[in-house]
């Protein structure tokens, strides 16, 4: 708070807030912007669950500063339907996870009368299984998902594997890792 640095990293079991979570907290005296607090939480793992969550909205005095989450593994719970808070905050960059995950927001599906917040790999294998070896057989991809858009990575799972990318195919994918394996 009010200049000072700070982060939290949950890698597993639980952190249960009783009132608030507050990423930085930053009082309204604070008037210097070369002074900010900063807070980080990296959630690689388990759950933290709060009743409500506020990241610094980058100002200085009261509810300042700048907060941010990394979540990969783990889960935010909020009680209420905190979605289109937590989708702002997405969407403006204070919550971010790894290039091929992707994030999972709802409200009372997940975990009743919650809003949770995880992530989902989206890395999709591609096996070369099928009769030839084109990008655009889905039997050459595992559960025959090909990735369609720039949130999915294509991982090429098999030593010797073969991908051929034909006239008028377009192969859109967030990142590809060939020679994974040999």
Not at 13 to 20: D, E, H, P, T
Not at 23 to 34: A, G, K, V
Not at 167 to 181: H, T
Request: with cysteine; hydrophobic share 30%; net charge negative.
């Amino acid at each position: 708070q009010n200049g000072g640095d700070g982060t939290l990293t949950l890698s597993n079991g639980s952190i249960n807030a009783r009132i608030y979570v507050n990423i930085p907290t930053q009082f309204n005296t604070q008037t210097d912007p070369d002074n900010l607090g900063r807070g980080q939480l990296n959630l690689l793992g388990g759950t933290l669950s709060t009743p409500n969550l506020h990241l610094g909205n980058g100002n200085t005095g009261q509810d300042g500063g700048n907060g941010s989450i990394y979540l990969t593994d783990g889960i935010l719970l909020l009680n209420g339907n905190h979605t289109a808070k937590l989708q702002d905050y997405i969407d403006s960059g204070k919550i971010t996870t790894d290039s091929f995950r992707s994030f999972q927001l709802d409200y009372d599906q997940t975990t009743p009368g919650k809003t949770t917040l995880r992530t989902e790999a989206t890395l999709v294998l591609y096996t070369d299984a099928g009769s030839d070896h084109s990008w655009s057989n889905p039997a050459n991809w595992l559960n025959g998902i090909i990735p369609t858009d720039r949130t999915t990575g294509a991982a090429f799972s098999n030593e010797a594997t073969h991908v051929v990318i034909g006239s008028g195919v377009d192969a859109v994918c967030l990142s590809a890792s060939f020679g994974m394996y040999g």
